[in-house]
């Protein structure tokens, strides 16, 4: 039942995270004042900071070991490029071409961590 539960959290969250990503990395392209709202510069923070707490929690109840599971290592290392990609996109980046560029470089890496959780695969479709 707990485990379940988190799964529902966690899996909640990611739908929130991409639609609020999705929601931003538009308004950006648009130049939409609207990524000035304080609910837009607060929210996703505090999703986020629940989903990475649900996928801890998963881990630990769950009783898996990282280093055994290698899909679990790469949906972090795609975790890692997509904080790193959003970032360049919704505020690092120095031109709207290159935060274009990297909004989708991070929605195609949120779509690899997606299937990699799915099929529970490095390379999904492999097997």
């Known amino acids: ?38 609910w837009v510069k607060i ?9 990475l707490t649900a996928a801890i929690a998963l881990v630990f109840v769950g009783d898996l070991n990282v280093l055994d599971n290698p899909w679990l290592i790469a949906k972090i290392s795609g975790l890692l490029a ?8 919704l505020k690092r980046g120095r031109t709207k071409a290159q935060r274009a560029v990297f909004f989708f470089a991070a929605l195609a890496v949120f779509g690899y961590i997606i299937a990699v959780a799915v099929t529970k695969q490095v390379i999904p479709g492999l097997a």
């Open 1 to 38: 039942m707990e485990y379940t539960l988190l799964k529902l959290i966690h899996i909640g969250t990611v739908y929130i995270t991409f639609g609020l990503f999705l929601a931003r990395g538009l308004w950006m392209l648009l130049d939409s004042p609207r990524l000035q709202d304080r």
């Open 43 to 51: 929210l996703p923070h505090l999703n986020d900071t629940l989903l």
């Open 82 to 89: 997509y904080i790193g990609l959003g970032t360049l996109a």
